[in-house]
């Protein structure tokens, strides 16, 4: 009998786990996503035809931040990032011929032209904006139902500086300027495959102007009278305690 290997089952953005939250112990097939050699561990897309065995079931990845370990969260991260890629690329994107997946990389190759096709992230800019000693920018995202408010955040664009996404995402967004933008952390973040990029940022001029496709509101909070905010696990949570309550990141 072959040993058994932990599985990251997925379903898009969803992961079979049972109702400790654990993951299943499954045989290895010629076809799961291999994390490095010796490690028993793989990664596989739940089959459109395959059923839910009793006693698991699917749930967001986004449920499992605040009750995994970092290690947990981040290997789960890594597993549905390159389940996504490997589903994206099954065709080469010079020629569209088939691809195969190469036996010992994390390589999409094209047996017809050579071409491989490497897994990508997605840089994206979050910050942190705070006025004078006990102020802090929080926003609302247009598409958000609830009523939490998070930071600014956007994609990095082509042949522009980590710092020049932080100044043109505010003030797109906002209206703001900023100075004294500073790096703080990063973290990955699969929905569907960034790379969160965290900065902090002081206020500098002009008045609040929404851009109202993305932002329902903004405004400059006091510390001690904040509205709901992003949940615990996130950079977000850690990027707002790390200004208001000095924690580290």
Known sequence: MSELSLAYIFHNQQLLVNEKL???????????????SGDNVIARDLGADETIPEGWHLVSIRQLISSWSTEEFMRASRAVQLLEWRRNHKFCSHCGHETEIHPTEYAMVCPACQYRQYPRVQPCVITVITRGDNEILLAKNANNKSNMYGLIAGFVEVAETLEEAVQRETLEEVGLKLKNIRYLASQPWPFPSNLMLAFHAEYESGDIKLQEEEISDAQFFKFDQLPEIPF?????????????QKQPI
């Open 22 to 36: 654990e993951l299943p112990k499954v045989e290895t097939l010629a076809s799961d996503l291999q994390f490095g």
């Open 232 to 244: 615990k696990g996130s950079i977000a949570h850690a990027m707002i305690m790390h200004v208001i």
